[in-house]
């Protein structure tokens, strides 16, 4: 059951990271970020991206605490970079 939650949200923030991207005039490839160099706008987005994808994995593979663990990352770039206010992003999550 808390399955289908984490990939509506994951599905929710994918379209938010796309439509930002896309306001940056930025490619929407999910990218890792293997750098420990702190990452740009851009590359923060697109490996949100990249983990929005991990996320359903996680689901298929019943390891819900990393697929929240994922979530919430994603979730709190989304915040910080203004795309997504904390009542959005709880909304997506309670359905």
Request: net charge negative; hydrophobic share 40%; proline share 5%.
């Amino acid at each position: 059951m808390e399955s289908w939650k984490a990939e509506r949200a994951a599905q929710s923030a994918r379209r938010r990271i796309r439509a930002e991207l896309q306001r940056r005039g930025l490619p929407p490839d999910p990218q890792e970020c293997g750098s420990s160099d702190l990452p740009s706008p851009a590359q923060a987005l697109q490996h949100s991206l990249w983990l929005c994808d991990t996320i359903r994995e996680h689901v298929e593979m019943g390891e819900l605490d990393e697929a929240y663990n994922a979530l919430g990352f994603v979730q709190g770039i989304l915040w910080a970079m203004r795309c997504a206010d904390l009542h959005l992003l709880r909304s997506d999550l309670e359905g």
